[in-house]
């Protein structure tokens, strides 16, 4: 990192970050000062971006941080995470944030879900912690609430730790058999 071209040479050229985020990889200073980013955008480096909470969280625990799904400010307005993990000099001094997108609603990843189909009507449903849909078979839905505060006792329950199957009112209004689980690394329930 000590400078922009040298930073943009690793990104651009580091098999390993390329294969594994489908997006973009960045590199911030600890100050959260963009030094370099794939794919290469003019006019960027050196914009601050300490406002994004992954690049906060990441500096104040000194670990790895996962964010909450978002809506990209691209053009196509995927829905991304974001990894961000620090770098540390072998003083334990933090050097930079390397940080990498991952894009939800691709096929490669979580995109598939809003196409399964279980049985002739079933359908699955991602949501984060907080009941906001990362996935869903229809588009409109994503990064809103599933349901209003308090409308569907049966997906409150399932916010607050409930795990199984009961009969319960789907989004559409219809009575259906609905299954919860939540996924322990993220605590997103699907």
């Given at each position: ?95 930079a944030i390397n940080t990498g997108s991952l894009g939800l609603t691709q096929p490669d990843m979580l995109g598939n879900i809003e196409k399964t189909v279980i049985g002739n009507t079933g359908y699955l449903y991602l949501v984060t912690k907080d009941g906001k ?58």
């Amino acid at each position: 990192i000590s400078t922009s071209k040298r930073a943009q040479r690793y990104l651009d050229t580091n098999a390993g970050l390329n294969a594994l985020f489908d997006r973009s990889v960045f590199l911030f200073s600890p100050q959260g000062d963009l030094i370099a980013e794939r794919p290469f955008l003019p006019n960027r480096r050196g914009q601050n971006f300490l406002h994004r909470e992954y690049i906060q969280k990441a500096i104040q625990t000194k670990s790895p941080v996962i964010s909450e799904p978002f809506t990209t400010t691209k053009d196509d307005h995927d829905v991304v995470l974001m990894v961000a993990v620090p770098v540390f000099k072998a003083s334990g001094e933090l050097l930079a944030i390397n940080t990498g997108s991952l894009g939800l609603t691709q096929p490669d990843m979580l995109g598939n879900i809003e196409k399964t189909v279980i049985g002739n009507t079933g359908y699955l449903y991602l949501v984060t912690k907080d009941g906001k849909t990362i996935m869903a078979p229809d588009k409109k839905f994503l990064l809103q609430r599933a349901f209003p505060e308090g409308e569907n006792s049966l997906f409150e329950r399932a916010l607050k730790g409930f795990e199984g199957t009961e009969l319960g009112v789907d989004v559409n209004g219809k009575s259906a058999l609905i299954s919860f689980k939540r996924i322990p690394s993220t605590q997103w329930i699907l």
